[in-house]
């Protein structure tokens, strides 16, 4: 009886090599193809053959509101994911969506956190704010087993399972509709630089408002005399 079941051991362990498969350090950087410079809030999706989406933890994901600014500019979730949208700010915010991937208007609301939103489909979330029409982010709802969003240095690294697999990138510059991505593949232990060619139109240059052209003059009057 022993002998048979050390017999169906080393059966078994030339089975276990084949079934463990080891994962590959894959590093992707991306750059502005006009200046060669890394891009930060880069989101990059990685889909691996026959890998399912990670089962991941759910931690605490926000937007905050502060400055009239939302804070991150770009936020990466998987999707399921809830996000809060806090103000920090001594003004009313109203933040929305008009994104087929999740719309929504939430109230108007000052100094407090109104109730998560839910994002259960993927895509582009573009967010605005009712009350700021400069105030813009993303929120980029992904599928994808593997994602992650760039740094300063325009890079971000996956353990990947052998092979070569498909590679997404976005980027809020990319162009003007935001919904578009850059494809291609990666393999699973390689690092691999694209540069993104940037086609979004600049941002329109705001005009001062009347009490700020008045306090700007009655500035130069007064360094004049």
């Excluded at 259960?120 to 105030?135: Q, Y």
């Excluded at 593997?146 to 092979?163: E, H, I, M, Q, R």
């Amino acid at each position: 009886m022993a002998h048979k079941a050390r017999w169906i051991a080393w059966l078994a362990w030339p089975l276990a090599l084949v079934c463990v498969t080891p994962a590959l350090a894959a590093t992707v950087t991306v750059t502005d193809s006009a200046t060669g410079r890394p891009l930060a809030d880069a989101v990059v999706e990685v889909y691996a053959s026959g890998t399912m989406p990670v089962e991941r933890d759910a931690p605490a994901y926000e937007m905050m509101q502060r400055q009239t600014t939302f804070i991150p500019y770009v936020l990466a979730v998987p999707v399921g994911a809830a996000v809060e949208f806090p103000n920090r700010d001594t003004t009313r915010h109203q933040a929305y969506s008009f994104s087929p991937a999740h719309p929504f208007n939430l109230d108007l609301f000052l100094r407090e956190t109104p109730p998560p939103e839910y994002f259960d489909k993927p895509g582009v979330v573009v967010v605005g704010c009712n009350i700021h029409d400069s105030m813009q982010a993303f929120i980029i709802v992904s599928e994808a087993p593997y994602f992650a969003k760039t740094g300063d240095d325009g890079t971000v690294s996956f353990d990947l399972p052998p092979g070569n697999h498909r590679l997404r990138i976005w980027h809020p510059k990319l162009e003007d509709t935001h919904y578009e991505w850059w494809e291609g593949e990666l393999a699973g232990n390689t690092s691999r630089s694209v540069a993104l060619t940037l086609n979004a139109s600049l941002p329109a240059v705001e005009k001062p408002s009347a009490l700020e052209r008045r306090f700007q003059q009655a500035l130069q009057q007064r360094q004049s005399n």
